[in-house]
Structure formats: structure tokens, C-alpha cells
């Protein structure tokens, strides 16, 4: 079968660092997605993981090992807007790719 | 600006009729996508299109149909065949392999069917 785990919740205080789990069993992988979606609207691409390892952009970090089928995205410096849902995606097959997304981790930052 | 537009943000049917969801994209990109989400679940994968003219089911294709005519614009309807249309529906682009494997989204098509 085909399954992405993700926490469905988190809270976190402003300021602060949070790292949001996600391990994956698929019959392909040819990469990772990370994408935030506030509620209601779009998703919005975050990352893209293909080989092992750490990648940073900014505030945003997220990190992949395929032995493990494991990755996570790191949010310092939490801020009120990084309230939203945030999605993991694993591409099934090269090419034309063809995603299976978990069911998102909704981050609530507080004051 | 490049984009993906749908239309409308919202939509109300009535059951036992067929309804039509616009998705355009100008960004010149190969494929299009249409993913459905419902609460508490991962988006799931309606139908995809890799090229003008041809198109493949996804995970959950049953009650749905799309045609892919012009490589700007990927309609999707939904028959009265779908059990459980209501959903937020979502339409998305990517390039050819090669130039990038990420996928553009549409701000998405609220569906209410009563």
C-alpha cells in the first residue's frame, strides 16, 4: 500500500522552532514536496527533497532520508502567518509526476 | 501574470446534476491536474494530463470526466454519478519533466451539492 503519516496537529509559540514529522511508504519515490496551504485556499510550495539530506531556504528548512522514509520541515522564528496547514507529498513516478499527499499538519502559532 | 485561475471560488448544485469546474493556466506548462481535498484527508487525485488531447484516470476518477482540448484550459465535470461531490477541488500545472518537477495551484473550486 501507499501511506503518508503526518501529525494532524501542532501548536507553537511565536518565536519559536517547530519541526513537523512525515514518513512515507510508497511503491516509487522520485522526491519529497513540502507545501503550506492557509485555510481555503491554495497550496503553496515550500521545498522539494530528492537526495538525503538538509536543505535550507530562509526561515524554512526540511530534511530527507529515503533508508528511513522519513523527512521534516523545520520553521524557525515562528511567526503569526505560519499558522496554516502544511502538506508532505511524495512524487510516485518520474516524468509527468504523479503525487500522494498525507493528510497535513495544522500549526497553530500563539502569541 | 502567470497563473492558474478556476472558476468560480464557490459553487452550489443540486443533486442529480452535472457540474463543470473551469481550471486555465497561462504558464505554458505540459500537464494539468485535478486533486480533490476533503477534511481531515490528503489531497487525493482525480484526473491528470500530460499532453494536449489525452488524459488518465487517477486515484478516484469514478463519477468524473475531463477533457483536454487546448493546452491552457483542463475542465472537469462532475456527474451526478459521484456519490459525494461536496469538496474543495483543486487544479494544478507543472512543466515537462526536466524543467522542474514542482506543481502550480489554482486557488480552488468550493463544491456544494444539496
Known amino acids: 500500500g501507499q501511506n503518508i503519516d503526518q501529525p494532524t496537529e501542532m501548536t507553537a509559540t511565536e518565536g519559536a522552532i517547530v519541526q513537523i514529522n512525515c514518513t512515507y511508504q510508497?511503491?516509487?519515490?522520485?522526491?519529497l514536496f513540502w507545501y503550506q496551504q492557509h485555510a481555503g485556499e491554495a497550496p503553496t510550495f515550500l521545498s522539494y527533497?530528492?537526495?538525503?539530506g538538509l536543505e535550507e531556504k530562509g526561515r524554512f528548512s526540511s530534511f530527507l532520508s529515503r533508508s528511513k522514509g522519513y523527512s521534516y520541515l523545520l520553521l524557525k522564528e515562528l511567526q503569526m502567518k505560519d499558522s496554516a496547514s502544511y502538506l508532505c507529498?511524495?512524487?510516485?513516478?518520474?516524468?509527468?509526476?504523479?503525487?500522494?499527499f498525507g493528510a497535513g499538519t495544522r500549526l497553530a502559532v500563539h502569541p | 501574470d502567470g497563473g492558474i485561475t478556476q472558476s468560480p471560488k464557490y459553487l452550489f448544485r443540486k443533486e442529480g446534476q452535472n457540474v463543470t469546474l473551469s481550471c486555465e493556466q497561462n504558464?505554458?506548462?505540459?500537464?494539468m491536474y485535478w486533486y480533490r481535498q476533503d477534511p481531515g484527508q490528503g489531497l487525493r487525485l482525480i484526473y491528470y494530463?500530460?499532453?494536449?488531447?489525452?488524459?488518465q484516470k487517477g486515484d478516484i476518477a469514478e463519477g468524473y470526466s475531463v477533457s483536454r482540448e487546448k493546452k491552457e484550459s483542463f475542465p472537469l465535470t462532475v456527474t451526478s454519478a459521484q456519490k459525494n461531490p461536496t469538496a474543495f477541488y483543486l487544479c494544478?500545472?507543472?512543466?515537462?519533466?526536466?524543467?522542474?518537477?514542482?506543481?502550480?495551484f489554482g486557488p480552488g473550486t468550493r463544491l456544494t451539492v444539496t
Open positions: 494544478a500545472s507543472s512543466p515537462r519533466p526536466g524543467q522542474g518537477p514542482e506543481q502550480y
Open positions: 510508497t511503491s516509487g519515490f522520485n522526491g
Open positions: 527533497n530528492v537526495l538525503d
Open positions: 507529498a511524495v512524487i510516485r513516478e518520474r516524468g509527468y509526476n504523479k503525487l500522494i
Open positions: 504558464l505554458n506548462h505540459d500537464a
Open positions: 494530463s500530460q499532453i494536449v488531447n489525452d488524459f
